[in-house]
């Protein structure tokens, strides 16, 4: 199986700030692999796919890049309605595996 | 409006077993991989099954053998079979179609295994 090792866990930061997260791959995944948000007590959300497409609807402050292993997602300006838990998932191979999450909070 | 409903969750002992419903509107399950993805409390997303558009499926170890995905192209509706029930299984369950990993999401149904 895959492992998504995603860091990090939890990160606290201000309305405005630019966050980056990373997601590494055991092996290498081309550009299979998407980023989701969920907001607690809600099922996720996609925000991006193939690595740097990003969701129909998703706003442009979301954007995704990376391949073969290494994965980052980037939000250029953070939003009080973009605290929530941000998971990576690789669609290589089956089973599909997801990262562990990372918890982004108001600092 | 496409959209997922599942329903068929509760509490059951261990050794139980219970049957997910996913219905589905706006699109053709049969014709699409559909997936189910389960949430434990406080924890992170675990992949569990995939039925591809040809009928083939795919489970996770950790539920191999013990769960069956299938659909019922009559009813456009997903369902996951799952026997032999562990304390471990219980999560929100949520299907999902899927292209390209899931897009569109259910609201889930939440199964407790306890005695």
């Known amino acids: 199986d895959i492992q998504m090792t995603q860091s990090p866990s939890s990160l606290s930061a201000s309305v405005g700030d630019r966050v980056t997260i990373t997601c590494r791959a055991s092996q290498g995944i081309g550009n299979d692999l998407g980023w989701y948000q969920q907001i607690p007590g809600k099922a996720p959300k996609r925000l991006i796919y193939a690595a740097s497409t990003l969701q129909s609807g998703v706003p442009s402050r979301f954007s995704g890049s990376g391949s073969g292993t290494e994965f980052t997602l980037t939000i250029s300006s953070l939003q009080p309605e973009d605290f929530a838990t941000y998971y990576c998932l690789q669609h290589n191979s089956y089973p599909l595996t997801f990262g562990g999450g990372t918890k982004v909070e108001i600092k | 409006e496409e959209q997922l409903v599942e329903s068929g969750g509760g509490s059951i002992q261990p050794g139980g077993s219970l049957r997910l419903s996913c219905a589905a509107s706006g699109f053709t399950v049969s014709s699409n991989y559909m997936s189910w993805v389960r949430q434990a409390p406080g924890k992170g997303l675990e992949w569990v099954s995939v039925?591809?558009?040809?009928?083939?499926?795919y489970y996770a170890g950790s539920v191999k053998g013990r769960f069956t995905i299938s659909r019922d192209s009559s009813m456009n509706t997903l369902y996951l079979q799952m026997n032999s029930l562990r304390a471990d299984d219980t999560a929100m369950y949520y299907c999902?179609?899927?292209?390209?990993?899931?897009?569109?999401w259910g609201q889930g149904t939440l199964v407790t295994v306890s005695s």
């Open positions: 039925i591809y558009s040809g009928g083939g499926t």
């Open positions: 999902a179609r899927d292209s390209r990993g899931p897009f569109q």
